[in-house]
């Protein structure tokens, strides 16, 4: 049972224009969602973070939209920008779960020039 | 400061075989856990461990065992290896004194290559 989804396996967007990227969740328990990039050869790296008690989080070029009714965030880029081609996973986390982070399966984002 | 190291980065075993994967936490994180990465997948979590001792586990087998250690490394075992097993396995560490809600910092992982 995938308790995160990432429906979008891969996103192509240009240079200076916006990326979007989308994530479901199932479970009403999650309070925590986090974003992680990830680079071939190398680990996830945390981006950014939103609590359940919100419904938006920026940094700089980064914001995240958590939608509780439609257990729906999405991850906003701008202006994208080529290094950040990677694949980008959500995380959530149940309460009280520590560590525990449930992913979806990612999306490979390309930014062309 | 120093972040999350793994090693060795990658590794070939033989399927009954058993393997030891080994990681320092970054520095002042106390915390450490391990997930485990399939091709085309997100990570999974394998269990955690906070003061020496496992304090959560996913939905993994009791074949996947650790270890934490005084200065808060780690190792991940896994006894019978079987073709599945093949994947990158990740360590994560973090500080519960950054506060609830601190994220993970994730090492480069080992890729494990059961044949």
């Known amino acids: 049972d995938q308790q995160v989804k990432q429906n979008s396996p891969s996103l192509s967007v240009q240079e200076g224009r916006i990326s979007i990227l989308n994530c479901d969740y199932t479970?009403?328990?999650?309070?925590?969602f986090l974003w992680y990039k990830k680079y071939p050869a190398e680990g996830p790296t945390f981006l950014i973070s939103?609590?359940?008690?919100?419904d938006k989080n920026e940094d700089g070029r980064f914001t995240v939209f958590l939608n509780k009714s439609a257990k729906h965030l999405s991850l906003h880029i701008v202006p994208s920008q080529p290094g950040d081609s990677a694949v980008y996973f959500c995380?959530?986390?149940?309460?009280?779960?520590?560590?525990?982070?449930?992913f979806g399966t990612g999306t490979q984002l390309k930014v062309e020039l | 400061e120093t972040g999350v190291t793994q090693s060795p980065t990658h590794l070939i075993k033989t399927r009954g075989q058993q393997v030891t994967l080994r990681c320092s936490s970054q520095?002042?994180?106390?915390?450490v856990s391990w997930y485990q990465q399939a091709l085309g997948q997100g990570p999974q979590f394998i269990f955690q461990?906070?003061?020496?001792?496992?304090?959560g586990r996913g939905n993994f087998p009791p074949r996947f065992s650790g270890l934490q250690f005084p200065n808060y490394s780690s190792e991940l075992n896994v006894n019978a290896l079987e073709l599945d097993d093949s994947a990158l396995y990740l360590c994560?560490?973090?500080?519960?004194?950054?506060?609830?809600?601190?994220?993970?910092?994730f090492g480069n992982g080992t890729r494990l290559t059961v044949t």
């Open positions: 995380a959530a986390r149940l309460t009280g779960g520590g560590n525990k982070l449930t």
């Open positions: 461990y906070y003061r020496e001792e496992e304090n």
């Open positions: 994560a560490s973090s500080n519960p004194g950054e506060g609830y809600n601190s994220p993970l910092h």
């Open positions: 939103i609590s359940s008690i919100k």
């Open positions: 479970n009403s328990m999650f309070d925590y």
């Open positions: 520095s002042g994180h106390n915390t």
